[in-house]
DNA sequence: CATGAATGAGATTTCATTCAT
DNA sequence: TATGAATGAAATCTCATTCAT
């Protein structure tokens, strides 16, 4: 169907990402073939070399634009918030609510399975450690530091460092729930995280 | 009658696991070959087959036996502590030694390749969730009630959930290192962590 | 009744073989896809297969016609030569400028190229054995002979295995200056290679 | 069969090669594939890839070995002539010898199709490039040197030319050859191609 | 026991060709 | 007519595993 439109072929292009994932999500990317891919896809080889132009370049357009959409959202839902506490709370619900997403398990070992992936390749890697400190880590930075200028939280704090733990955290209570699948204890981490956290936030720390 | 002793046999099957393990940690899982084992450990196809009859069973021996180690190490040294915060200590700093390991980076690489591996395999992952909460959070839950005993923590923890979010958390910030390699940021989350975590534990929680 | 002219289709069609030809002389027939043709036309892929129903016959078509333009320029040339010693100097004369075009090195591979690739194709072979023989080196022996009634040559030659030596000769240098690209070599080649044979053709033949 | 001596693998790996000239010799190069070869060879598709990396390797090496063994074949031969005239013919012998090799023809296909294919190979080209000035050329020319010393040539020759001039004819005759399969042209034309170069190496050239 | 040559299923990728628009 | 997205057969190459020596 030549000469189409753009939106068109974003569409296709979505298609196979969104198979891909399914694949990645259920055999991990060195186990899924092109034509798992292909299959679930309901399309056939040429096309989706025709999208990527490989299997890699596939998986890494398909990871990048995933988690660039993330941060998008949060910034959207933080335009309503106004205090810092508000917002680490929205944090903390999103994750609450991912449980309920269909395949959201799957989704986490894809995740962190291109976080290894990645970190095994110096280009990714450069992109990836970027968008850590650059964006995921500054994000909860700057809502601390807010935070500490609204008086809400202590201004003692190693902003820096409480961010990576925040993450630390985030990211250790998904990987137990993408290795157990325990909803119980993957939800009572998050709370009791939040808890934590929130205590560590507010309390003068008697250096 | 063994034609070679118990030992050597002992001897050559080590070789073979610390050159995977090598393999693994600089290519991950999938990407190294026999071919690149049989290189490293210096030894032939054949004998690597003598040994483990798949790749896949090198993979499982060789992580099923690291991780045993781990807590043997733990259980030994504790005989001579008496205090719930020493030994909570001790495992900090426990990892904060790691980092002067040859290798640890890559090493934390493949734990974490090896989790999602196994969490896709019905009896690995069968197996890696009954440790995790037989073995590994247990263990720490025994030292928080003991500090509960002893009056050093609060009595009202959440234990199960205490000793999860202590794991989740040096693995979060394990998972951190892995990817960015960034020493300082590492040390420096142990430690805020085990100061956030110290807080919680002997903090009375009001509610 | 056309839509376009027969001029606008001999000229689109004309714009493809050029750009095969220049497609051919860098990479090759095989190595040349319809995608590179396509793209070095400014056209489509669907025009292409307007004009040639595979890309064989694209490949067929251009040789073809090219060589039949060579014989007829020749041709045309010699209406007003009127010695054989001066057609069979224009021939080389012929060569020797062929260097001043551009891009006659990478011609002369597609030359060969086809050469090779015809020979394997039945009919493809036949027509060329024919072409060789009845116009290329009838060619030839054709003003050789008149150069036998002009006086010009030793009557005693034996003209059909001359003219194909002529030819035989003009082959070997051109493959030679194909590979090499050293035009001195070629021009002396040709310079030493149209002594040799006056010398032979207007020399007695002691038997 | 592991362990095995050199000379066996030696004779594997010649028999791979040999495969692969007969099926390039069919269909040419690129036509053949992979598999044609394997089948041809009678072994597996690893065999062929544990003796020759690619596809590009086994041509690159079934070439340039087959081309090394004829000049060392002449030099043989050259112990017991002592005149040029006589090594001359020797070569022009050998040419005419070699119609009664079974598969000439296509081996002679393969051999011009290898010269244009390497010639769009910047290392290949080089390494032919000197090879044909080096060994080929200079091989003849010494011998025409040897014939000026004798008093049997003219000792006013462009040696180098000569040389050149000798091959492009055996080249252009060998051609026209590998596409007509005309047997008594081939021969005819290197008998009268003889007698022509003899005559210009024996005769004073006035100028 | 150790070796490593051999195997071949299966992976990725290419590209000539088709055909709906 | 012209377009170029879609197709899928077929190519190259990899690599876990086997087994004769």
Known sequence: M??????YKAKRRQEVIES????????GFESSTMDDIVER????KGLVYNYFKSKEELYTSLMEERSSKMFFTFREKFQQLHTATEKLKEIFSYYQEALKKEGYQDYLKVHFEWII???????LKQ???DRFEKEVCAFVEEIINEGIANGEFNPNLATGSVAAIFW????????AYALTGNQD?????????EKMLMKYLTTQLNK
Chains 1, 2, 3, 4 share one sequence.
């Open 185 to 193: 204890q993957y939800r009572d981490s998050l709370i009791e995280s």
């Open 168 to 175: 630390a955290k985030v990211d250790g209570i998904s990987l």
């Open 127 to 129: 992109k990836m450690v």
């Open 117 to 123: 992936y990645a970190s095994r390749n110096v280009k």
């Open 41 to 44: 896809s309901g399309t056939s």
């Open 20 to 27: 891909a994932l399914l694949c990645f999500a259920e055999k």
């Open 2 to 7: 030549p000469k189409v439109s753009a939106d």
